[in-house]
């Protein structure tokens, strides 16, 4: 068995702005986020937490740390994938995220899985 691909999880990341929540002169700018999880390794692991890292377009940064992911601890067999969708409010126009997720594999193992930056950007603002 390749050691390598034990604990291999896939994260992907789709974005849309909320122009219905948003308020642009009250600097509030409104985004979801879905996330798909999928477990491409071979052992059954357990999303146990998130950390979040969201900049802002002026350079500032919020960091975001909390047990699962909207309520749930998602087990995922090899094979099996969650998706879930959730939001973020930021001051500007255009920022980021990127974090990790904190696994545990079922014969104990612990690991961090990458969750690849994403820009969240309203419509038009970026060339």
Same mark, same amino acid.
């Given at each position: ?21 948003? $308020? ?33 377009? $002026? ?20 094979? $099996? ?47």
């Amino acid at each position: 068995m390749n050691e390598d691909k034990k604990y291999e999880i896939d994260v992907s990341i789709r974005t849309i702005y909320l122009p219905d929540q948003s $308020d642009e002169e009250a600097e509030r700018h409104v985004f979801a986020y879905t996330i798909t999880i999928a477990n491409t390794g071979t052992v059954t692991s357990q999303l146990i937490s998130r950390h979040w890292i969201i900049n802002n377009g $002026d350079g500032t940064t919020q960091e975001v740390r909390g047990l699962g992911v909207v309520g749930e601890q998602p087990l995922l067999k090899p094979g $099996d994938s969650f998706e879930y969708t959730s939001g973020t409010v930021i001051p500007t126009p255009v920022g980021s995220m990127k974090g990790s997720y904190q696994m545990a594999a079922e014969d104990g193992v612990h690991f961090d899985v990458a969750i690849p930056e994403f820009i969240l950007s309203v419509p038009r603002i970026l060339h």
